[in-house]
């Protein structure tokens, strides 16, 4: 049984492009949210997206964007980076009304 | 002030150690209360999750919350070197807010032979 895959695990970024990281959830999953860990601090909530829709949200930019897909795979979308979004990028996926939530291995990004 | 407050440590203990790792939270509306152990550069994985007011024992680790404190407690017995990790407490509100953690910063244990 896979858990939750995400890619890239690495990538580097120059200031003011666009990244998309991206997230399959673990196997029987139906909801995606997305977590922002800085180095030497605990993970952020980004955002959650159930059935296609973003259903909650924290208090992050709307450069912060995402998408979930049919299939329950998501994608992180982040707009005109700055160095302060150098950070881990976790997916977590959970099945709907349930708080036992598993997390991916992260993608680091790294802006110069 | 955070809402989730965790000392950071770090904290180093000798093999065979207990280890308590704790939390305390301002807000009343969390009723759902995690632990997950984060291994260098990789991602959070879960180790006990509880509910209710109590401990919860599995294998040599204990979750204690005690909603009345608004604190919340993880006690690791016949500690390895294997345990040495980020230790990071969560906690989540229910109801809408399902699946929406807030972590405490981590605290970082050395377990040494």
């Not at chain 1, 492009?17 to 997305?34: A, E, F, I, N, Y």
């Not at chain 1, 977590?35 to 993970?43: M, R």
């Not at chain 1, 992180?76 to 036992?100: P, Q, R």
């Not at chain 2, 790792?21 to 009343?28: D, F, I």
């Given at each position: 049984?896979?858990?939750?895959?995400?890619?890239?695990?690495?990538?580097?970024?120059?200031?003011?492009?666009?990244?998309?990281?991206?997230?399959?959830?673990?196997?029987?999953?139906?909801?995606?949210?997305?977590?922002?860990?800085?180095?030497?601090?605990?993970?952020?909530?980004?955002?959650?997206?159930?059935?296609?829709?973003?259903?909650?949200?924290?208090?992050?930019?709307?450069?912060?964007?995402?998408?979930?897909?049919?299939?329950?795979s998501s994608e992180l979308n982040v707009n005109a980076l700055l160095l302060g979004d150098s950070a881990l990028?976790?997916?977590?996926?959970?099945?709907?009304?349930?708080n036992t939530i598993y997390f991916g291995e992260g993608s680091w990004l790294t802006v110069v | 002030q955070k809402?989730?407050?965790?000392?950071?440590?770090?904290?180093?203990?000798?093999?065979?150690?207990?280890?308590?790792?704790?939390?305390?939270?301002?807000?009343?509306?969390?009723?759902?209360?995690?632990?997950?152990?984060?291994?260098?550069?990789?991602?959070?994985?879960?180790?006990?999750?509880?509910?209710?007011?109590?401990?919860?024992?599995?294998?040599?680790?204990?979750?204690?919350?005690?909603?009345?404190?608004?604190?919340?407690?993880?006690?690791?017995?016949?500690?390895?070197?294997?345990?040495?990790?980020?230790?990071?407490?969560?906690?989540?509100?229910?109801?809408?807010?399902?699946?929406?953690?807030?972590?405490?910063?981590?605290?970082?244990?050395?377990?040494?032979?």
């Amino acid at each position: 049984d896979a858990g939750v895959t995400q890619s890239p695990t690495h990538l580097i970024k120059t200031r003011g492009q666009q990244v998309t990281l991206r997230c399959s959830p673990k196997s029987g999953h139906d909801t995606v949210s997305w977590y922002q860990q800085a180095l030497g601090q605990g993970p952020q909530f980004i955002f959650q997206y159930y059935e296609e829709e973003e259903r909650q949200r924290g208090n992050f930019p709307d450069r912060f964007s995402g998408h979930q897909f049919p299939n329950y795979s998501s994608e992180l979308n982040v707009n005109a980076l700055l160095l302060g979004d150098s950070a881990l990028y976790l997916c977590a996926s959970s099945l709907s009304g349930s708080n036992t939530i598993y997390f991916g291995e992260g993608s680091w990004l790294t802006v110069v | 002030q955070k809402e989730v407050e965790q000392d950071p440590g770090p904290l180093s203990v000798p093999e065979g150690a207990i280890v308590s790792l704790n939390c305390t939270y301002s807000n009343s509306a969390f009723q759902y209360f995690m632990w997950y152990r984060q291994y260098s550069r990789k991602g959070p994985e879960l180790l006990m999750y509880t509910y209710s007011s109590g401990n919860k024992e599995d294998g040599r680790f204990t979750a204690q919350v005690d909603k009345s404190s608004k604190y919340i407690s993880l006690f690791i017995r016949d500690s390895q070197p294997s345990d040495s990790a980020t230790y990071l407490c969560a906690m989540s509100m229910g109801g809408t807010s399902y699946g929406k953690l807030t972590f405490g910063q981590g605290t970082i244990l050395t377990v040494h032979p």
